[in-house]
């Protein structure tokens, strides 16, 4: 709060500051003469104001402040209030007058004066411009020694003006104003507005108050520095001693010179040397006035860094050493995954633990990265990686090294645990002192009043930095938590926030959005996106696709086998489908529904246990289901049992057991992750693999913490005799490195892109020395081509919904989109290309464009033209469309792999990034 700036406390003399005096004869009169008393040069006139609607004005302002004034509260006229003590509440109230705070006897006197005739014109001009003040205001008293109660922005525009708290909301207004006094407020006026008297305390630009700038408390816009480039890093080598803020003795030089020395030679070519703090920063942090010391990252770990990560760690130094927004030192890291986020941190950790820009005392001593449970060991080996294990000694917390013995050991200045330990140990880990924390994985602190985040908030620890793959800024209120826990206070309280950006940035994208609404929605998002641009970093995979293999994505429509068929169509003809349509059914029984389609698609199988676990157990508040089942249990073999496997009754488990043989015979020493996100498909193709002699690992949600680092380090190994990893992508796919592999398949499709995105990043990374090959397979014709043509429809991209913890059950279905789920497409090779109204449907394939030469029309020819597709984000459909594309029954396809399979494929879909670089 700015109270103490305020002109008339500035000049510890409130007493001289003239009174308000409210335009109500009797009280002017009063006040008047009180006035003249404590401050005789000024003269006050009495006002004289006419009755005015004010109606046009309050419209003119809200459509120009975008604030939502009700007709109700129409200015009223101005006779009709005689006095302050007739104001309704403290918000409304029309009456009001001013004058200038007299400074110095020399100031010249501001007098208003009626003129009303020579003003008319003006006054009742309806279009003039409103003008933005920043003010401080208290109750209105007779008190000689004013007491501010807090900041707040006003908003005069031609006679009225609204007063608004510093989070947005009005808290009073005021209108009858003299369109001229309005005009000329300026810095030291003071105003009554309501029953509140305000001090103007200097002028906010339109673009300030649009933009909702003003509204920041606590930040300067001028505090913040440019992001540095990664060519001002590296500056040549000043001597410290230019610094030295002793007494420059020849004694003294010389001691310093040979004490304060940077650890690394900042002239050395390729060195990373860390900007050097401005002289406000020296001011605030460096009190004791030691020397200044270039901070140089240790070459050994430059040698190894990419471009973007050089940049990325100088961010980083200076978010949390408090240079890009003064009195804060948080900072999210989101490049999108595989980037090297851990890399990056390593290097500042490394550095922050080693140096010190001031006199080289070390910048912290030690560090806590919270990440989730199955990553923490691949904490420590990144660390090993990039800094062998003499430099530096990392402590990992599990049920074997206990919180209490990094406390004891001087030796340790890294701690990393997981979440859970966290919170398990959290008094422990409280009773130390941390500089820094690094939350992994840290979208998850979405919410601030998750146990995790108050559990993190409690360890008063300033400088934090959350790293997440994942896109955080689809959600506004998500992203405010984000924020709020990195920078506390940098966007104001959660209701400053929700009023000055997520209203207006909400209401502008309404369909019914005004011009106005529009207008100011898009600069209080821009702004918002310049303020948190200056402490959240975030790249895109292309800067380092160029560092990896070629990918091949591949899209495979699985023709559904008869059983398949035959039990959907009953599935669908059930009576809990059919009120689900007529939306008669309470309990969201759709769910029910979508779940049995969805396992259907997997394998009839699964749908099996599912009705025999009715059979056996039936309760009555799942009727829902037993209905749904009814009638099921009869198409299946009358000897069908669960454990008989057989991939012949479901179409993509046919496809998947001739894609791995292919893989198997074709590139005998290159392996397979295969994915699903249920542990009972995982069992089915776990099964699959014993039964076909395929040696494979597994990390499912059910592997134990401690096991899944060595799990995925022994795959990764290229002597490990696993030929396929079993994962469940959602249990522990996040941020796993499984480069071992360079075939990935999805065996299903979740709701949520994002998911499906962090599985398949899992291979396609740094590391990756094969081509990688992704297959996504889909049941022809199914809900599953459903759900896809949903991630990649317009709502998948728009983003709304790329939060790893969001299902189907997060998803709201109108009767619309139920009755389009709920419809299998039987005679479609490709319901996906069906919607795409490509020229070519149902004509011709397309296999090899490029050596065909088809007329301009066709939408689907694809050529060698791919999508400049950002591979992290979902398809869109238009980029879909981009891709190659082509039925399974074309006569011979160029892709060994698919090749082997076309006779169960009933369309595909396929992309190759990356084609230039050869593979090894
Ligand atoms: N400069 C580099 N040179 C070679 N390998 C690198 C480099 N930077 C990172 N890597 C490797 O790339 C892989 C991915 O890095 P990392 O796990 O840090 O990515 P990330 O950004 O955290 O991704 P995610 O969001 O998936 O967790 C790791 O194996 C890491 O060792
Ligand atoms: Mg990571």
């Not at 006679?159 to 009858?176: A, F, H, N, P, Y």
């Not at 008669?584 to 029984?589: A, D, G, H, S």
């Not at 000897?639 to 488990?653: I, M, P, V």
């Not at 590391?767 to 014709?781: A, D, E, N």
Request: overall charge positive.
């Amino acid at each position: 709060m700015r109270r103490s700036a305020a002109p008339s406390q500035r000049l510890g003399n409130s007493a001289k500051k003239p009174r308000f005096i409210p335009p109500g004869k009797n009280n002017t009169i009063c006040l008047k003469k009180e006035n003249e008393q404590l401050v005789p040069e000024i003269k006050l006139t009495e006002v004289e104001e006419k009755q005015q609607s004010g109606s046009g004005h309050t419209r003119a302002l809200s459509r120009i402040c975008g604030i939502n004034i009700n007709s109700t509260q129409s200015v009223e006229s101005l006779g009709e209030i005689s006095s302050m003590e007739k104001c309704n509440g403290e918000n409304e109230c029309k009456a009001a007058g001013m004058k200038k705070v007299n400074r110095t006897k020399a100031d010249p006197v501001h007098v208003p004066t009626p003129e009303i005739a020579r003003h008319k014109k003006e006054e009742d001009e309806p279009d003039c411009l409103a003008k933005y003040f920043s003010v401080v205001w208290c109750k209105a008293s007779k008190k000689k020694h004013k007491k501010w109660e807090g900041d707040a922005v006003l908003i005069a525009k031609g006679k009225s003006v609204i007063l608004k708290d510093m989070e947005g909301k009005d808290i009073g207004r005021g209108t009858g104003y003299k369109f001229k006094d309005l005009e000329s407020l300026d810095e030291g006026q003071t105003l009554m507005i309501g029953g509140k008297e305000i001090e103007v305390m200097g002028i906010i630009s339109a673009e300030d108050f649009s933009s909702g700038k003003c509204f920041q408390t606590g930040v300067g816009m001028s505090t913040t520095v440019p992001i540095a480039s990664s060519q001002s890093t590296l500056k040549p080598f000043c001597s410290p001693l230019k610094n030295v803020c002793k007494p420059s003795t020849k004694e003294n030089l010389l001691k310093e010179s040979q004490n304060y020395k940077p650890r690394h030679d900042p002239n050395a070519s390729n060195s990373l040397v860390m900007p050097r703090p401005t002289p406000d920063h020296q001011r605030t942090f460096n009190k004791a006035g030691l020397p200044v010391v270039d901070v140089v990252v240790d070459p050994y770990l430059v040698n190894h860094l990419r471009s973007h990560q050089k940049e990325g760690i100088v961010f980083l130094y200076e978010c949390v050493m408090g240079m890009r927004l003064s009195g804060k030192f948080g900072a999210i890291l989101a490049d999108e995954m595989g980037l090297g986020k851990t890399f990056q941190c390593i290097s500042l950790v490394w550095t922050l633990l080693r140096q010190g820009l001031y006199g080289c005392k070390p910048i912290i001593k030690r560090a806590l990265i919270v990440t989730p449970g199955s990553l923490v060991k691949n904490w420590k080996k990144e660390f090993q990686k990039w800094l062998g294990s003499e430099r530096i000694k990392v402590f990992t917390v599990d049920q074997d090294n206990k919180v209490e013995e990094f406390i004891n050991s001087p030796l340790h200045s890294v701690l990393i645990i997981s979440y859970e330990m966290l919170l398990r140990t959290l008094d422990q880990i409280q009773t130390i002192e941390f500089n820094l924390l690094i939350c992994d994985e840290g979208h998850r602190l979405k919410n601030s009043s998750i146990k995790t985040t108050t559990a993190l908030v409690s360890l008063s620890c300033e400088r934090r930095i959350i790293l997440t793959g994942t896109p955080i800024q689809n959600d506004l209120q998500e992203f405010y938590a984000l924020i709020e826990f990195v920078n506390p206070g940098i966007l104001g309280s959660l209701s400053t926030y929700r009023k000055i950006y997520e209203e207006p940035i909400i209401q502008s994208r309404e369909p019914s959005a005004t011009k106005e609404e529009k207008e100011l929605g898009e600069k209080r998002a821009a702004e918002l996106t310049r303020l948190t641009g200056l402490f959240i970093l975030r790249r895109t995979q292309e800067i380092i696709n160029k560092f990896l293999p070629p990918k091949k994505e591949s899209i495979l429509f699985c023709r559904p086998t008869a059983l398949q068929l035959e039990l959907y169509r009953k599935l669908l003809s059930s009576r809990v489908i059919r009120s689900c349509l007529q939306g008669v059914l309470e309990n969201c029984p759709h769910l029910i529904c979508i779940g049995a389609l969805k396992k259907l698609c997997n394998h009839p199988c699964l749908l099996f246990n599912a009705i025999k676990e009715k059979q056996c157990n039936p309760t009555c508040d799942e009727s829902e289901e037993s209905n749904l089942y009814e009638g099921l249990r009869e198409i299946f073999p009358q000897d069908y049992t669960s454990t008989t496997f057989t991939e012949t009754d479901s179409g993509k488990l046919q496809v998947l057991a001739k894609l791995l043989a292919a893989i198997r015979e074709l590139s005998p020493s290159e392996r397979i992750v295969l994915v699903s996100n249920y542990t009972q498909t995982l069992n089915i193709l776990q099964e699959m693999c014993k039964h076909y002699g395929y040696s494979y690992t597994r990390l499912d949600g059910h592997t134990p913490i401690s096991q899944r680092q060595q799990i995925v380090d022994s795959f990764n190994n290229k002597f490990c005799s696993a030929f396929i990893f079993l994962l469940s992508s959602k249990a522990g796919g996040v941020g796993l490195n499984l480069v071992g592999a360079s075939h990935l398949i999805l065996y299903d499709i979740d709701w949520n892109p994002a998911t499906d995105i962090q599985a398949m990043a899992r291979v396609w990374r740094d590391g990756q020395k094969h081509t990688v090959h992704i297959y996504r397979l889909l049941t022809t014709g199914s809900i599953e081509e459903k759900i896809y043509q949903r991630q990649i429809s317009k709502q998948g991209l728009s983003g709304a919904v790329v939060d790893l913890s969001k299902t189907s059950e997060h998803i709201r279905f109108s009767i619309e989109e139920l009755k389009n789920l709920f419809i299998l497409h039987e005679d479609s090779s490709c319901v996906t290309h069906d919607l795409l109204e490509c020229n070519c449907m149902g004509k011709k394939d397309h296999q090899n464009p490029s050596s065909e030469k088809l007329p301009v029309y066709r939408g689907c020819q694809l050529g060698q033209h791919h999508a400049k597709a950002d591979s992290k984000k979902p398809l869109s459909m238009s980029q879909l469309m981009q891709w190659k594309h082509f039925s399974g029954q074309h006569q011979t396809l160029a892709d060994p792999f698919l090749e082997r399979i076309k006779n169960n494929i009933s369309f595909i879909f396929q992309n190759v990034t990356n084609p230039a670089i050869p593979t090894s």
